[in-house]
């Protein structure tokens, strides 16, 4: 038995947002895991992502995600889905594209709410 081709059985193309976000609901994967896949894809890929230039399996992660956002909380089975992926992970890439890393933003501002520290400019 050939493990190349093991290898190869196990992997699925997805071609279209249908296809990929009947995956997010049926694996019923949460924000966290959407997201680690976002991250996944933005260290694999040979090139910055931006919103004006991301992959195109990064873009079909942000079209499927959209696409589940839109479902109704109570038809989609998926009750680990918060209903703002897509907003969050579009946010996250708009500020790839400028260099910033919002994990770092957010902790500083949660620093910020504990210390009562504000901005001045």
């Not at 190349?4 to 992997?11: A, H």
């Not at 694996?27 to 895991?33: A, E, N, V």
């Amino acid at each position: 038995m050939n493990p190349e081709s093991s290898e190869e059985s196990k992997q699925q193309l997805l071609h279209t947002e249908e296809q990929v976000a009947q995956l997010l609901i049926s694996k019923r994967m949460s924000f966290d895991m959407v997201n680690q896949c976002f991250d996944r894809i933005v260290e694999q890929a040979n090139r910055p992502q931006s919103i004006d230039s991301c992959s195109p399996l990064l873009s079909l992660l942000l079209d499927a995600a959209c696409q589940v956002d839109c479902i109704e909380r109570k038809e989609n089975p998926n009750k680990r889905w918060n209903g703002r992926v897509e907003r969050d992970l579009r946010k996250k890439l708009f500020v790839l594209g400028y260099g910033i890393r919002i994990e770092d933003v957010q902790k500083k501002d949660a620093i910020r709410s504990i210390t009562g520290e504000k901005d001045y400019f």
